[in-house]
């Protein structure tokens, strides 16, 4: 018998939780909607179909997601005062800008606020893989995922948005999984911040915000478990649709 049955990335436990809410979601942006564009069936079924496109890795675009990859880049390459293997990134000291071609498009952020960030991170470990082993009445699950930025007491995840409003990522699971991992590979690191830095269309800086979590070894644990049991019984109801076998622990 394998050890691990199935292996989940945190933001799949997150994809997951955004499924599971779609009504929840539906009602809140259309519920108040006499005419709306999109009935609550349509959403849902289209919330279904993204989320087996997302444990299938469906390759797609996302201008939103890519202009939160740059600017964790560039500040990542500030910290470390490295140049990126990810993408060209040059400095535009004229207008004041640092500028990041990715994907096709180039994104722009204010110099300042790039230096700033990463002496806030200053002495982080950036993109720290970690990994646990979580049991289930299914059998042992592996989660896993990169942690942004880890500072010797708190735990940060830069986050990129248009628009923010309180407790935004307060469903998230990043701030359950990651310390949970931490814990079995011997770092006692319960605090968790969501750094939240927003952006309008052009890239311009709109403001900065802190959600702070603390890690409850015994709550927490047993809502991942929740979390995870639940996502297994919908990928053995859904094996058939499923093509990547990374879950399943299968490569």
Known sequence: MREVSYRFYATLLDGFQNYMSSSETYHKYYGFSENPSITEEEFEAKAFQDFINQINRVPFESEAADRGTAFNEIVDCLIENRKSEMMD??????NGLIVANYNGREYSFSLSLCVETANYYRGALT???????????YGQVELY????ELMPSVIHDIKTTGSYSAFK???N??????PFCLRQQGAMVDEFHYDIFVFDSKNRFNGRHTEKYLFNEERDTQLLVNQCESLIEFLEMNKALITDKKVFNNE
């Open 89 to 94: 990134i040059r400095s535009d000291r004229e």
């Open 127 to 137: 993109q720290v893989h970690t990994t646990g082993l979580l049991k289930t009445r």
């Open 145 to 148: 995922g990169y942690i942004d």
């Open 169 to 171: 990522y307060k469903e």
């Open 173 to 178: 699971w990043q701030h359950k999984v990651y």
